[in-house]
């Protein structure tokens, strides 16, 4: 699976911007899909994942509640809401393709590119 994640840019503190990801081949729905970030000179942080069918999401404590993970099969797409965002959700996001929802990132098997995402205070 390609992955081409696209949305970021910079809002301020409070603000919404949603992220996308175009995927390409048909192992997409075969596959639970997830978002990671990374902080200038932090290691990648898991955000959040998604199951192959849509029905079950998990995501990290900091942004429960705020972002929310949803897929359209359909489409080939993976989105990334962000509402009420902070200055700490700073980074670069990736989304990402792997073989387990419940190991997701064991067995991520693809990365798409990254995309800025910048909050200001």
């Known amino acids: 699976v390609q992955l081409q994640a696209f949305g970021g840019g910079l809002t301020q503190a409070g603000g919404s911007l949603r992220l996308s990801c175009a995927a390409s081949?048909?192992?997409?729905?075969?596959?639970?899909m997830g978002w990671f970030r990374q902080a200038p000179g932090q290691e990648r942080e898991f955000v959040a994942v998604?199951?192959?069918?849509?029905?079950?999401?998990y995501y990290v404590r900091s942004v429960t509640g705020r972002f929310t993970i949803f897929r359209d099969n359909a489409k080939n797409m993976v989105y990334l809401q962000m509402d009420s965002l902070q200055p700490e959700d700073t980074a670069v996001y990736y989304c990402?393709?792997?073989?387990?929802?419940?190991?997701?990132?064991?067995?991520?098997?693809?990365w798409g590119q990254g995309t800025q995402v910048t909050v200001s205070s």
């Open positions: 990402a393709a792997g073989q387990s929802y419940g190991r997701f990132k064991e067995t991520i098997t693809d």
């Open positions: 081949g048909r192992a997409f729905g075969s596959r639970s």
């Open positions: 998604i199951s192959m069918s849509g029905s079950t999401r």
